[in-house]
């Protein structure tokens, strides 16, 4: 028997029944008890010791006060709270299902009528939180609840306890959970308001319709990155039966910027055209394989804190789609410039492929502790996505640029094994408070046919590219 199940049985048993652990997650273990009162099954959630003396009770009875006090049809109640023995918990009731998390596991992927339902239900429950002022910020298949052909939203309140206690957390280096449902404002620690929960319901949604999230990787960091900086995949591209309106909801929703997303979730549902509280009613068969690279990683709140570099001058990391951006046009500007003095001076050397067939090889990171992979990595996967789109140019995807990351091959012989007439290779490195990105063009010899350097530091980065690509 675990210290918290004793603990709890001795300080509550005088309410509840403490019987079982049902699960633990990041910042919270769910046991099983019976009200002694009401006689019925609840779940009772305990705060992990170290998250629940970062959060203190007050914080914490404020912002149960304010969860407590949404009564919707699609969230999940609160009965009771309080602190046990030193452990804050919440009373909720037990709900004889699954997560949404559980089906998924299951099935992978979800009929398109099963999907967007469960996501008006969800969208109708955020629509009705955000009236009331309340932002989820930690909306993911863990915390949708599916009973009785309905769902239900959980754990509203206790995420914005646990960023508020984020400075506290840093000394334990206890996990915050993972960002694969994460918008970029909030993986950076900016202003979180509806439309970063938006974002988060439209990457559960991609997951629903698809089989994996819009953006995965290897560690913590690399998915935050993606996530600000590599245009998402259209989802007919992997599953031809999505709905337009379907596809066009979700890319909007994820959008980087939150301007730029359904400013409500009544907004996002109207785009899907189906309001909110109604069922879809169209179906899919079609099936496809998970994504290559699904990844349980977590992230602690140091990780966290660090990304966050709030103090000015604004870090080149906060504002990675600008970067991007400005990456794409030296490129694009230093292409333009070879193809105009190729015919005259290209040496006749390499495989003569065709220059229009590019291959982004994966940027090094040059700082001195190797801390900005996710930045290099993030860059590359932008700039592949940004330059895929350029009418006439043909560029190798990820997955075929992926075997030559930290590779020493010659740059001859990557061109040849991806048949391709130009490489892009680049660098990232720390300059105070910003970053230098070094952008080089290389033919299919491995002669360097371009080069440009920049670095952000406050000034327009896209007039500072444009320069750079003249």
């Known amino acids: 028997m675990s210290d918290t199940l004793e603990r709890l049985q001795a300080s509550l048993a005088d309410r509840y029944r403490v019987e079982r652990e049902l699960g633990a997650g990041g910042m919270a273990t769910v046991f099983l008890a019976q009200d002694l009162k009401h006689g019925r099954e609840v779940a009772i959630k305990v705060l992990h010791p170290e998250l629940g003396a970062s959060i203190g009770s007050e914080r914490f009875d404020r912002e149960i006060r304010l969860a407590a006090k949404l009564q919707h049809p699609h969230i999940l109640g609160l ?66 609840l599916l009973a009785g052909g309905h769902c239900l939203v959980a754990d509203f309140g206790i995420a914005r306890a646990a960023t508020e206690a984020g400075e506290k957390l840093t000394q334990t280096g206890m996990a915050i959970g993972t960002p694969l449902y994460m918008s970029p404002e ?53 599953r031809a039966s999505v709905p337009d309106e379907v596809e066009e909801a979700v890319l909007a929703a ?53 990304m966050k570099a709030a103090e000015a001058p604004t870090p080149l990391w906060r504002r990675p789609w600008a970067l991007v951006a400005a990456a794409v046009l030296v490129v694009a500007g230093g292409f333009g410039a070879w193809q105009l003095t190729a015919g005259r001076s290209r040496p006749a050397v390499g495989a003569g492929l065709d220059p229009h067939n590019i291959a982004v090889l994966y940027f090094e990171d040059q700082s001195p502790d190797h801390d900005l992979g996710y930045i290099a990595e993030g860059l590359t996967e932008g700039l592949i996505s940004a330059l895929g789109s350029v009418p006439g140019l043909s560029v190798v995807s990820r997955g075929g640029v992926e075997p030559y990351q930290r590779s020493s091959i010659a740059r001859d012989s990557i061109a040849r094994a991806l048949r391709v007439g130009t490489l892009v290779m680049g660098s990232v490195e720390p300059e105070r408070d910003s970053l230098r990105v070094t952008v080089r063009i290389l033919d299919d010899g491995g002669i360097e046919l371009g080069k440009a350097t920049f670095v952000k530091s406050g000034s327009d980065l896209i007039a500072l590219s444009d320069t750079l690509s003249q």
Do not use: W
């Not at 879809?280 to 977590?298: D, E, F, Q």
């Open 79 to 144: 009965f009771d709270s309080g602190s046990a023995d030193g452990l804050l918990y919440y009373v909720m009731p037990f709900v004889r299902g699954e997560s949404l998390r559980d089906r998924l596991d299951r099935e992978s992927q979800l009929p398109v009528e099963d999907a967007v339902h469960i996501a008006l239900e969800v969208a109708d429950a955020l629509g009705y939180a955000h009236e009331q002022g309340v932002v989820h910020r930690d909306i993911k298949p863990e915390n949708i």
């Open 254 to 306: 994820l959008a980087k910027v939150p301007a730029d997303r359904p400013q409500t979730a009544k907004a996002f549902c109207e785009i899907m055209g189906t309001p909110m509280g109604t069922t879809a009613t169209r179906r899919a068969n079609v099936r496809i394989t998970s994504a290559r690279h699904p990844t349980n990683a977590r992230m602690t709140v140091e990780e966290f804190e660090a």
């Open 186 to 238: 909030q993986s950076m620690g900016e202003h979180v308001g509806p439309t970063a929960d938006i974002y988060s319901l439209g990457c559960v949604l991609y997951e629903m319709l698809v089989g994996t999230p819009p953006f995965t990787g290897a560690n913590a960091r690399a998915i935050m990155a993606r996530h600000a900086m590599t245009p998402v995949s259209g989802l007919q591209e992997v």
